[in-house]
């Protein structure tokens, strides 16, 4: 199957999986291997990854040699906040320039605040950056932010930590349609099948966190996402069957029944 390509490095799993909310960095560890993710998102403001050497640091766990660390902004609700943020990854990333920017605009629903969002993207692909942006699954939005030079669009699926799956494919699809650069559904996910439909509609790939670090088996459902992503990857390639409304027709060849 072929590669995800995100700024001109290869990839070949298109699961990208979130390190927050588990119990502790081993289940992290544990449930990454189990998706064969190789990008994992770390959120700058609620994960040491060398701000404090006091603590356990979660790099230990996911070494950068084996993994892509894709620092985030979530918590940032100003593009400035944002900018910062991404500015101190950096630095404590030696350098590294992918990264997932988000500016959220409501703390109540954690929606995207997409004036910002925007501001914030124009600002971090000047500097350098290889932004990839979660954004509203608005198709007009998502083309400026790939205009804007951003590497990747990342539109909702439902509401972060939700669970609701996708409320929108039409949006989604509309979105897939007209970008040139990889699109990837982030948020909303909640169990494999969400993940195989967002593939089947032509996503380049699905990032999730709650869906797995959440249930009662983080490892076990990163394992059935891995399979989930592979499996809608190869049905969307493949090509589905086209849907015909109250028009049977039968699975076996009809010529040369016996008896007739």
Same mark, same amino acid.
């Given at each position: 199957m072929q590669a995800l390509t995100l700024a001109g490095r290869s990839y070949a799993s298109r699961l990208l999986i979130g390190t927050g909310k588990y119990k502790d960095f081993d289940e992290t560890r544990q449930a990454v291997e189990a998706s064969g993710a190789e990008i994992v998102t770390v959120a700058i403001r609620r994960t040491n990854i060398g701000q404090d050497p006091k603590q356990p640091n979660l790099l230990d766990a996911l070494p950068p040699s084996r993994y892509t660390i894709l620092p985030n902004t979530a918590g940032c609700y100003t593009a400035e906040d944002a900018v910062r943020t991404l500015r101190l990854a950096r630095e404590l990333l030696d350098g590294h320039a992918l990264v997932k920017l988000e500016v959220l605009g409501d703390p109540n629903n954690l929606f995207p605040n997409m004036p910002e969002t925007l501001k914030a993207a124009a600002t971090l692909v000047k500097e350098g950056f290889e932004v990839m942006v979660y954004c509203a699954d608005d198709p007009i939005q998502a083309k400026m932010l790939e205009e804007s030079g951003c590497v990747a669009v990342m539109p909702l699926a439902s509401l972060i930590g939700s669970g609701m799956g996708i409320v929108n494919p039409w949006n989604l @699809?509309?979105?897939?349609?007209? @970008?040139?650069?990889?699109?990837?559904?982030?948020?909303?996910?909640? %169990?494999?099948?969400?993940?195989?439909?967002?593939?089947?509609?032509?996503?380049?790939?699905?990032? &999730?966190?709650?869906?797995?670090?959440?249930?009662?088996?983080?490892?076990?459902?990163?394992?059935?996402?891995?399979? @989930?992503?592979?499996? $809608?990857?190869?049905?969307?390639?493949?090509?589905? &069957?086209?849907?015909?409304?109250?028009?049977?027709?039968?699975?076996?060849? %009809? $010529?040369?029944?016996? $008896?007739?």
């Open positions: @699809a509309l979105i897939v349609e007209r @970008a040139r650069i990889p699109v990837l559904v982030d948020a909303g996910v909640g %169990t494999a099948s969400d993940a195989a439909v967002a593939m089947e509609l032509g996503c380049d790939g699905v990032l &999730m966190n709650s869906a797995i670090a959440l249930a009662q088996n983080p490892v076990l459902m990163a394992s059935a996402m891995k399979k @989930a992503v592979e499996a $809608g990857r190869e049905a969307f390639l493949a090509g589905r &069957m086209a849907k015909k409304l109250y028009h049977a027709a039968p699975s076996s060849p %009809t $010529g040369g029944l016996i $008896g007739s």
